[in-house]
Nanobody, 125 residues
């Protein structure tokens, strides 16, 4: 599975951005689409995940209520709508995919076997 992110940029605190992840290749082999982020000097952090087949979603506590993950199976995309952005949301955001949905594993980066190149999101105060 190949993944390509788009939609990053610079936004003021309180603003919104929408990230998109386009997938190609063996698109039916991976049910889970996830978003992670990594700020300078920090470990990669889970943000949100969605099941392509069921639409189940899961969010980190830090973004719950502000971010929304969605998928469009016809277009093979998974989007992350980010509202009420904060400076601490600044990071490189990565899209990732893994074969099977399990609520414990979807938050763990090393369970994902396909990754995009990342897109920078910068939130100014």
């Amino acid at each position: 599975v190949q993944l390509v992110e788009s939609g990053g940029g610079l936004v003021q605190a309180g603003g919104s951005l929408r990230l998109s992840c386009a997938r190609s290749g063996r698109t039916f082999s991976h049910d889970v689409m996830g978003w992670f982020r990594q700020a300078p000097g920090k470990e990669r952090e889970f943000v949100a995940a969605i099941s392509r087949s069921t639409g189940n979603t899961y969010y980190s506590d830090s973004v719950k209520g502000r971010f929304t993950i969605s998928r469009d199976n016809a277009k093979n995309t998974a989007d992350l709508q980010m509202n009420s952005l904060k400076p601490e949301d600044t990071a490189v955001y990565y899209c990732a995919a893994q074969p099977v949905w399990h609520r414990i594993s979807v938050v763990i980066a090393k369970t994902y076997d396909s990754w995009g190149q990342g897109t920078q999101v910068t939130v100014s105060s």
